[in-house]
């Protein structure tokens, strides 16, 4: 197949430029971040490091997230731990559960940014 991976994710926001800028504050995402080291910034793209992506549609009933809403991300991290611990500094809900945490899937928190938009923040095992 010729699909290498995915582009981009675009959604819908009512205050753009604000969203945005919240989600390169508290998270490093977004146009002109990298996560890979010595990777090149650029104004259009993040530069994100390789690795697995879930691609998942689930039942339209689920309660595994808002019935209002069609989607949510899930963000592939490291040092979950620290991350929270940024979160939380800077005032923002975080949501854990133990039951969502597997040894041999991670670790896995959820926070939503300013418009409402649940984050799934998923930190993979070690391996």
């Not at 390169?24 to 690795?51: F, K, M, N, Y």
């Not at 339209?60 to 991290?77: C, G, I, P, S, W």
């Amino acid at each position: 197949m010729p699909v290498l991976g995915i582009g981009g994710l675009f959604f819908r926001a009512k205050d753009p430029d604000a969203l945005s800028a919240w989600y390169r504050e508290h998270l490093g995402i977004g146009a002109g971040c990298v996560a890979t080291e010595g990777a090149t910034p650029d104004e259009w793209s993040w530069q994100t490091e390789g690795g697995p992506v879930v691609f998942a549609p689930f039942k339209h009933e689920t309660d595994y997230f808002a019935a209002d809403k069609q989607f949510m991300l899930n963000l592939r991290v490291r040092d979950l731990d620290s991350l929270l611990e940024h979160l939380n500094a800077a005032g923002i809900d975080i949501i854990t559960k133990p039951e969502w945490n597997d040894p041999s899937i991670g670790q896995f928190a959820r926070i939503h940014d300013p418009e409402g938009n649940a984050l799934e923040l998923w930190e993979p095992p070690a391996g």
